[in-house]
Structure formats: C-alpha cells, structure tokens
C-alpha cells in the first residue's frame, strides 16, 4: 500500500474543507489506482487489460489475426484474378467505356493501352481455385481459402491507402485495426504485447515506405498502439540486464519507477500515467518471453524446411514462423508487412520474385496452424492496400488501381475452397459483390463477436468506430 505523501503534515491541522475533500478524493484515487494496478491486493481479476466488451455480442468464432500484408499493391491480374479477355486485348486501346472519368494515378492523360497478364493461371484442388501459376504452394491449400475478388478502395496512392486499410479512415490519428480488436477484447498473453508488427522486405519492386502510425493506437489510450519487433538482431533493443544488474535488482528499479508513476496519476489523473506503468511491467516480463519467444532451437527441421524459413535473417518467411509461434503464446493481433510490391515496371520479372518470397511460407503457415488445430480460430489475411492497372505503364509495369483488386482469407471461421465476387472481364472494377474496406472491417470484427457498431471510444464529442459512419455490411456469404 502506498502511504499518503504529506500523512504527517502538520499544516493538514489547518486545512480548509476544500482541501480537505480535495484530498480525501485524492486517497480514494489511490485506493483505486492500486485496485486497477495490483488487483490480487484486493481480490480482483487479473490485472491485464480484458477489453471493453464484457461479453460477445454473438458467438465468435476467431481469437486471432495475423495479417500478411503484402504492402505496395499487389497485382490481382498476376496473383488470384484471371482475366483471359485481358490477354485477347494485349496491346489494344483500353476501351473508354471503362476509364472515362475514372480516377488514375501516373497514368492520368497517358495513352491507356490493355496489358496482358504476365503469368499464366492453374486451377488447383478440388474446389477448382484458380491461381497464378506463379503461387503453387498456396494452391495446394486451395481447398481452405476464400479469394474475394472484388475488393475497392477509395485511396489511390500508398500512405492513405495504407491509412484506410489500417485505420479505416483516410486521415492519420485514428486507431488501427488491431488497436481497436484489443481496445475490444484484451489479449490472452500477460508476457507478450497483444498487437506486434514485424516488416520483412526482399527483391523485386519498389520499396514504398510504412510508418508507425499504421499500427498506432490514434485516439485510443497508447497502451493498445502495435509493438514492432525488429526481424533482425535483438526483437527489442536492450532486451538483456546491462553487466551487474540482475532481474531482482532490475524488478527492484521498476517497482519503484511505478510506485513514482502511481503517485503522479494521485496527481495529475492522467490516463497516460497508467499505461506507462503497465508498458514497464511489459517490459520487465519481455526481458524473459521474447528470448524464448525467438529462441528455434526447439523447432523441427522439417518446420523449418516447410517456411523456408533461416531464423534471424529477417525474411518474410522467418517471420510468419515468428506469428505461429506469438499466437501460440496469445498475442491477438499479429501484423507481417512484406513491402516491394509496388510494379510499375517490369512486373514480369518482379513479381516471380515476390512470388518466391511469399508463396511457401503462407501455405506453411496455414498448414502448421492446422496441424496445430489452431487454424479453426485463427484468421489469415493476405492482401495489400489496392491493387494493379489493366493498362500498360511504361510497356513493362502496371499503375495504382482501387477500382478492383484482391484479398485472400483463411481460417477462422472463413470458407474454404471458395471465391466471391468478381471484377469485369478486364480486371477494372469490381462489378459483381463488391466488398469494401468497411465491409472487410466489419467481417473481421463479426468474426470475433463483435457488431462493428458497437464498438466504439468516445473522442472529442464523437463515438468513433473503426467502420467509420458510411453504410457497409458484414460479408455473411463467406462465413463458415
């Protein structure tokens, strides 16, 4: 218990009623600051965060995310869209009915030119997905994948389309998706942050930048902001005790940093104060979980060899071996951004290495996860901010498109082995079922017991969600 700063001031002896109440409320303040901050005291629950949700809406079905983001925007016409029409118009003027009006990006007042396909297309398992030839692995998990081919957006250049899709809105300061999903329900894991990011970048592409505020925490209180674990190297830079300081004398140096901090929140009410006292808690128990969180030794070589995946070397591979083993531990949202998809020339080339990079590891992922029986309440997603042109840039590459593009989904009470919706002939917009990135949103948020519009946070006079005020709809048709 913390013992009341001035208990012994003998100018309390003369003290006005104002101060006296002003005071009084100040220990009830540090009654319940110590309540929150060490519950077992008083008998409570535990004391991390469990979410503002006290109990589902519906019945869920996903505990966790890991979101393989493939950032730049893939192109859909060589990943998961056939468009054979396209290929019969290779080289002929792109029709007008199509782009008249249309928002482009560095093709705006260029001549607008059909660009075939790069690759060709297979079908793969029993339910006849068709694939890029370029992806066989993640065919060979066709029949456990739902393809929504008719995605759209509203941003047509990478950061606030990378905004939008995090975020939901198209201005920065608003929580990320993974903020709002532990904002909502908490994590499982006391030794782990509940939202980590990890980035991964190869061969092939330009590489677009990301920022922190893609997995901040906006407007939400900063204890719910993502966690980015370096792929390379230490997780977390100095993670270890400096020379002659152990863990009892660093639990030592904490407990009194906090005993500051819980006074200073006795002073100030700052909301702010109390997380700082819980990331040092974090911190602390990091310094035990994350080495053994990264330590493979206990790794199969067969696992291993299944990612492709070398540990510490900071591949895309590397990393989604990482994300199985943080949702083992209870982390909630798990957030892989692999970057070089931006092709605006020579894509032929460029995306078979994106390809080589990507394609074993994700079919690894979803196949461990099954044979772990995690996959059932796991949701994968791979996907990017927009997609990919149907016209020719530069005769080699394609532009930035958000009138139609791709996501792949699986686990977590998603179908498998199904596509939904579909882009015209040309791959130009989505024209049958279109899904939007609110629309994404509130399946997700569905998938975990949660109605999209009940889950909001209260900021500056306005209730906030993560699927803004626009009208979308949980997509019922691709749920399990």
């Known amino acids: 218990m913390l013992t009341p700063m001035n208990a012994f001031d003998p100018r ?25 901050l060490n519950p077992q005291l008083f008998g409570g629950p535990d004391q991390k965060w469990n979410g503002i949700i006290p109990a589902p809406h519906h019945t869920p079905r996903c505990r966790r995310v890991i979101y393989l983001y493939q950032a730049g925007g ?51 398992g029993q339910s006849g997905q068709s694939l890029c ?38 201005v920065a300061g608003r929580p990320s998706m993974g903020s709002w999903l532990l904002y909502g329900l908490g994590a499982e894991t006391e030794s782990l942050p509940g939202f980590v990011v990890l980035t991964s970048a190869g061969r092939g592409g330009q590489m677009q930048p990301i920022a922190a505020r893609q997995w901040s925490a906006g407007n939400l209180p900063s204890r ?27 639990s030592d140096t904490v407990d009194a940093i906090n005993r500051l901090n819980r006074l200073r929140h ?11 006292i819980a990331q040092y808690e974090m911190a602390f128990k990091m310094q035990s979980s994350v080495p053994e969180l990264v330590d493979m030794a206990g790794e199969p070589r067969h696992v291993l ?5 070398e540990p510490g070397d900071g591949s895309f591979a590397s990393n989604c071996l990482l994300a199985r083993r943080l949702a083992e531990r209870g982390v ?61 840039q530069g005769g080699s590459g394609r532009d930035h498109h958000i009138k139609g593009f791709s996501m792949m989904l699986a686990g ?59 009208p979308c709809r949980v997509v019922k048709e691709i749920l399990a």
Request: charged share 20%; with cysteine; aromatic share 8%.
């Open 332 to 392: 909630r949202f798990i957030q892989l951004y692999h970057r070089d998809w931006d092709h605006h020339g020579n894509i032929r080339n460029d995306v078979k290495l994106k390809a080589e990079e990507v394609d074993r590891p994700t079919a690894a992922l979803i196949n461990d996860l099954k044979s772990r029986g995690m996959l059932d309440d796991t949701l994968i997603v791979f996907g990017g901010e927009f997609g990919r042109t149907p016209m020719s």
């Open 412 to 470: 977590g009470g998603i179908k498998g082995g199904v596509s939904y919706g579909n882009t015209d002939e040309l791959g130009y917009a989505a024209v049958e079922n279109p899904v939007s990135v609110h629309d994404f949103h509130a399946t997700m948020l569905h998938l975990f017991g949660i109605d999209h519009s009940r889950l909001t946070y209260r900021f500056q006079g306005l209730d906030l969600k993560l699927t803004g005020v626009e």
């Open 266 to 276: 006795i002073q100030t009410h700052d909301p702010e104060v109390l997380t700082r």
């Open 133 to 170: 030839e370029l992806f066989p692995h993640i065919g060979s998990v066709a029949d456990d994948i739902c393809i929504v081919r008719s995605m759209f957006t509203e941003q047509i250049n990478h950061d606030p389309a990378h905004t939008l899709m995090n975020s939901g809105a198209i």
């Open 305 to 309: 060899e299944a990612y492709g995946a």
């Open 12 to 36: 309390l002896l003369s003290a006005s009623r104002r101060t006296f109440l002003r005071g009084s409320l100040a220990g009830l303040g540090a009654f319940a600051v110590n309540g929150l």
């Open 74 to 124: 893939p192109s859909h016409l060589e990943t998961f869209d056939h468009k054979p029409k396209l290929a019969e118009m290779n080289g002929q003027p792109m029709p007008e009915s199509f782009t008249k009006g249309q928002q482009l990006a560095q093709l705006q007042g260029a001549q607008l030119k059909c660009f075939a396909p790069q690759h060709g297309f297979q079908k793969f």
């Open 224 to 250: 719910f902001q993502g966690v980015k674990l370096n792929s390379i190297g230490d997780p977390v830079l100095h993670i270890g005790n400096p020379p002659g300081v152990n863990d009892a004398a660093q």
